[in-house]
């Protein structure tokens, strides 16, 4: 077999079809943490048999709007499969008025991406969010502050649909957010050290707000926040707002404190002090550089195909209906049909 014989055969609609059948398999049947190098496989597959059908088939060469077609096609499958090299999906929590340090909960990156959260150094205010009857989330406003690459001050209110963008990276709210006690461990000897405990999502979780701390020592700290109004009540439009009234019960080992802000608790090595309460709010983080070039060949493929099928289609325009010329005049003795 030459080249160019199995160049056309590798190029056929029916080895096509094919290789769209199995990403369609591999799509459906291997799992996600698996996912990333088998389906760049298929669209490199995918990829050679769209250009070995553009090589050997010279009805893409004749006809310039199939031709564009087919190409954009290509840099489609193309981008989709770099964009998976590419691109990051991760999560991560911020306390109120904390600088984001650029650590994530967890991710999943590509092989190619280069990480560079740690550029991404915003914080936030706090937030707004309404709840309809029956604690139906409505639309969530969160206050961000940065500085752009000229170093001036920067203001943004994002939301779950409505992103925070820095560098190529789109930071949305998600709908995990609730209080954050911070606690002071001062230690007989040595510095104070101030943490944050993110207790379970409010209001999803309001009857289990406490979590477990661990002090600088590794020393476990049960904690649970005593709400006694009811901040959001299901049976009316509400929004998402501090306690009025609160105490935080901090247990280590076999002693108990229930204390007000401001207050501690004194326990081998040192003094556990209860700050204040604030909040903190997650977040989603995605990064794909090829979406922009992505949407610009969709619309190019559209707009070729859309543009080969108006030229296949078109009906011919039909010549105007001309007058008949006059008959010739016959010879004297055929006018009776002599001879």
Avoid: C
């Amino acid at each position: 077999m030459t080249p160019y014989s199995w160049a056309a055969h590798f190029g056929s609609l029916r080895n096509v079809l094919v290789v769209l059948a199995l990403l369609f398999g591999v799509v459906l049947g291997t799992p996600e943490g698996w996912l990333r190098w088998p389906l760049t496989a298929v669209f490199a597959l995918l990829s050679l048999q769209l250009l070995a059908a553009l090589v050997v088939h010279p009805a893409f060469r004749r006809k310039l709007p199939l031709l564009v077609a087919h190409l954009a096609l290509l840099a489609l499958v193309v981008l989709a499969g770099l964009g998976r090299l590419l691109a990051l999906d991760g999560r991560f929590e911020l306390t109120q008025g904390v600088p984001f340090d650029g650590r994530l909960l967890d991710q999943r990156a590509g092989p190619l991406h280069l990480h560079g959260l740690d550029r991404l150094a915003f914080l936030h205010e706090g937030f707004e969010i309404d709840y309809a009857p029956g604690l139906r989330r409505g639309v969530t406003r969160n206050t961000v502050h940065w500085r752009d690459e000229a170093g001036l001050a920067r203001t943004a209110v994002i939301g779950d649909h409505r992103p925070l963008v820095i560098d190529g990276y789109r930071i949305y709210t998600s709908p995990n957010k609730g209080f954050a006690p911070l606690l002071r461990w001062q230690p007989a000897q040595g510095t104070p050290v101030l943490g944050a405990v993110h207790l379970p999502s409010f209001p999803m979780h309001a009857l289990r707000q406490s979590r477990e701390w661990r002090l600088p020592d590794g020393r476990a700290v049960w904690v649970m926040l005593q709400i006694d109004d009811k901040l959001i009540d299901p049976a009316a439009a509400a929004r998402f707002r501090m306690p009025a009234e609160h105490s935080l019960v901090l247990r280590v080992g076999d002693a108990r404190h229930e204390l007000a802000p401001g207050q501690g608790m004194a326990i081998d090595g040192g003094t556990l002090v209860y700050e204040r309460l604030s909040t903190w709010m997650g977040y989603r983080v995605a990064y794909d550089p090829t979406l922009p070039w992505l949407l610009a060949s969709a619309l190019l493929a559209a707009l070729a195909l859309g543009w080969h099928y108006l030229l296949a289609f078109r009906v011919p325009a039909v010549a105007p209906d001309l007058p008949m010329p006059a008959p010739a005049a016959l010879p004297p003795g055929l006018e009776t049909g002599g001879t």
